[in-house]
């Protein structure tokens, strides 16, 4: 069973950055790839980024491209978020989650074997 741990959230201020982690531990982690997604109150939860975890090639939804940035340290079973740029609308809980599934849909929650228990992240106006 793998455990992730999501760290970093916090309150900034709208323009401001924040860098989350996500750390595995547990069995031997090598997982496929490894998300970050987030939830806003009252809205269904969506992806944000993912990483290849092999080679470290990223997927970004477009609400967040140019401002976000995904990456990996496969020594440390961890990866991260660097948020920057922030605004209002990213105010939600994130979530990384591990998975095992080959594919190119990196929305489908079902195929994340794993999820961290989130971090909450809010953006002050």
């Known amino acids: 069973q793998v455990q992730l741990v999501e760290s970093g959230g916090g309150l900034v201020q709208a323009g401001g950055s924040l860098r989350l982690s996500c750390a595995a531990s547990?069995?031997?982690?090598?997982?496929?790839?490894m998300g970050w997604f987030r939830q806003a109150p009252g809205k269904e939860r969506e992806l944000v980024a993912g990483i290849y975890w092999s080679n470290g090639n990223a997927y970004y939804e477009n609400s967040v491209k140019g401002r976000f940035t995904i990456s990996r340290d496969n020594a440390k079973n961890t990866v991260y978020l660097q948020m920057n740029s922030l605004n209002a609308d990213d105010t939600a809980v994130y979530y990384c989650?591990?998975?095992?599934?080959?594919?190119?849909?990196?929305?489908?929650?079902?195929?994340?074997?794993?999820w961290g228990q989130g971090t909450q992240v809010t953006v002050s106006s």
């Open positions: 989650a591990a998975r095992s599934a080959v594919g190119t849909n990196w929305r489908r929650e079902d195929e994340y074997d794993s």
């Open positions: 547990g069995r031997t982690f090598s997982p496929w790839g």
